[in-house]
């Protein structure tokens, strides 16, 4: 295994296990492209198949450009039907690497949907293409809240809009926000808007959210939010 695999291996599993930074950085570049990934892994097996999983489909990815970011362990939903176990950020070069990847990985790996469902029973992915230069950070010792909406109407935008000003008035900081996703077929999660907001306390955001309530909203066809640290 040559060296450039074998660093971004440990980068993986130091995201997958959470090394324990208090702030974590990101930076993107202009063409570049961000995974948000949220699964949830098995408990059956989960040495074997995943040594399996790093053997065969990740240095299929390395071989397109991926490159996998810190991630997060989930805390707590607020609001939707499922709580992943894991946010996961990933890095490609470009869209066309991206989606190089998607169109050859069957043909390298042919059990690739099968190895994915066994080790990772809940995994959905949206992909961005970067329109700027980006630089971010999350802060894991401060309230992070990643909330995803789906858009019902015309009016769905003007509500996020209104959203996200209250938001700030209230002393949320937004982090990030990103439209226009992919997701691939088989593993949909495509927001219209997707938002991670720091707060400085928990008790912040519950005072925001007694205030904000989403579930109280009729502009939106669908809201997920959660808690990630």
């Given amino acids: 295994m040559n060296l ?3 660093s971004l291996l440990l980068l993986f599993f130091s995201s997958y296990f959470y090394a324990q930074k208090n702030i974590q950085y990101y930076d993107f ?19 074997k198949l995943f040594d399996r999983y790093k053997k065969t489909i990740f240095p299929v990815g390395v071989k397109y450009s991926f490159t996998p970011q810190k991630g ?16 996961v950020f990933g890095k490609w ?6 989606e190089s990847f998607l169109d050859v990985i069957e043909k390298e790996v042919p059990d690739f949907h099968e190895q994915r ?13 970067i329109k700027n230069d980006i630089k971010f950070e999350i802060d894991r010792n401060k309230h992070n809240v990643v909330t995803s ?20 008035k209230s002393g949320g900081k937004i982090v990030i926000k990103l439209t226009k996703g992919k997701s691939p077929l088989g ?6 808007l997707i938002t991670i ?25 669908h809201v997920h939010q959660f808690v990630i640290d």
């Fill in 149 to 168: 909406f789906w858009k019902k109407n015309n009016e769905s935008e003007k509500f996020t809009k209104k959203w996200i000003k209250e938001v700030e």
């Fill in 93 to 98: 070069e470009s869209v066309m690497k991206r």
């Fill in 4 to 6: 450039k695999l074998t």
């Fill in 117 to 129: 469902k066994r080790l990772f029973p809940h995994f959905e992915l949206v992909y961005y293409e």
């Fill in 197 to 221: 907001v720091t707060w400085e306390t928990k008790e912040a955001f519950q005072s925001f959210l007694k205030k904000h309530p989403l579930s109280t909203y009729k502009d939106l066809k």
């Fill in 187 to 192: 593993y949909y999660y495509n927001p219209t």
């Fill in 72 to 87: 997060f362990k989930t805390d707590e939903l607020i609001l939707g039907g499922y709580l992943p176990n894991s946010l």
């Fill in 29 to 47: 570049k202009k063409g570049e492209v961000l995974d948000i990934l949220l699964i949830s892994n098995t408990k059956k097996d989960f040495n």
